[in-house]
T-cell receptor, first 114, second 114 residues
Framework: AQSVTQPDIHITVSEGASLELRCNYS??????LFWYVQSPGQGLQLLLK??????LVQGIKGFEAEFKRSQSSFNLRKPSVHWSDAAEYFC????????????FGDGTTLTVKP | ETGVTQSPTHLIKTRGQQVTLRCSSQ?????VSWYQQALGQGPQFIFQ???????GRGNFPPRFSGLQFPNYSSELNVNALELDDSALYLC?????????????FGNGTRLTVT
């Protein structure tokens, strides 16, 4: 069975600083990987996804993520954080060929200091 | 284009009661997935419906059941409510089951069981 670990429960960064959120996954085959963002009282919004090919993927809102098979990681990065990026971020791995059956990590809450 | 809408937004029920949650999928989407998100945790996959048929189920007991209608809207029913069923219930629709079909989430239904 697949699993996802997000080691950092809470991260605080200053506005304008760079950001990296960690994600480690366990899955027996080539994974389908996703990052979502959830603002308070809202549903989840897809930031980016990796299925195959280039291991560095670009997403919305200036986010990118790098797939590293050797480390079973899919870390999310942003060069310069904005106050509006404060939210909860979830990494997920898709079951086989179906994104709808994803397994999610427990999330990382991002706080942005002015 | 209308997004995913869920109703009601909040609900309070008593242990042992039954509840029905509703989801209208995004226009053009034929697949609906339901997730349970307990406080401080990531979403957990309950089940998925594709063209009115259940297409996979997570580790939830049979008292969690669902339906999908010809217009692809969906219901989640929970019988014999338990205190641990208190959570945010998220519905996500996608254009089809393919892994490159992004999930579009609604804002969820917050269920409190007392």
């Amino acid at each position: 069975a697949q699993s996802v670990t997000q080691p950092d429960i809470h991260i605080t960064v200053s506005e304008g600083a760079s950001l990296e959120l960690r994600c480690n996954y366990s899955y027996g085959a080539t994974p389908y990987l996703f990052w979502y963002v959830q603002s308070p009282g809202q549903g989840l919004q897809l930031l980016l996804k990796y299925f195959s090919g280039d291991t560095l993927v670009q997403g919305i809102k200036g986010f990118e993520a790098e797939f590293k098979r050797s480390q079973s990681s899919f870390n999310l990065r942003k060069p310069s954080v904005h106050w509006s990026d404060a939210a909860e971020y979830f990494c997920a791995v898709g079951a086989g060929t179906n994104a709808g059956k994803s397994t999610f990590g427990d999330g990382t809450t991002l706080t942005v200091k002015p | 284009e209308t997004g995913v809408t869920q109703s009601p937004t909040h609900l309070i029920k008593t242990r042992g009661q039954q509840v029905t949650l509703r989801c209208s999928s995004q226009s053009g989407h034929n697949t609906v997935s339901w997730y349970q998100q307990a406080l401080g945790q990531g979403p957990q996959f309950i089940f998925q419906y594709y063209r009115e048929e259940e297409n996979g189920r997570g580790n939830f007991p049979p008292r969690f059941s669902g339906l999908q209608f010809p217009n692809y809207s969906s219901e989640l029913n929970v019988n014999a409510l338990e205190l641990d069923d208190s959570a945010l219930y998220l519905c996500a629709s996608s254009r089809d089951r393919a892994p490159n079909s992004p999930l579009h989430f609604g804002n969820g239904t917050r269920l409190t069981v007392t």
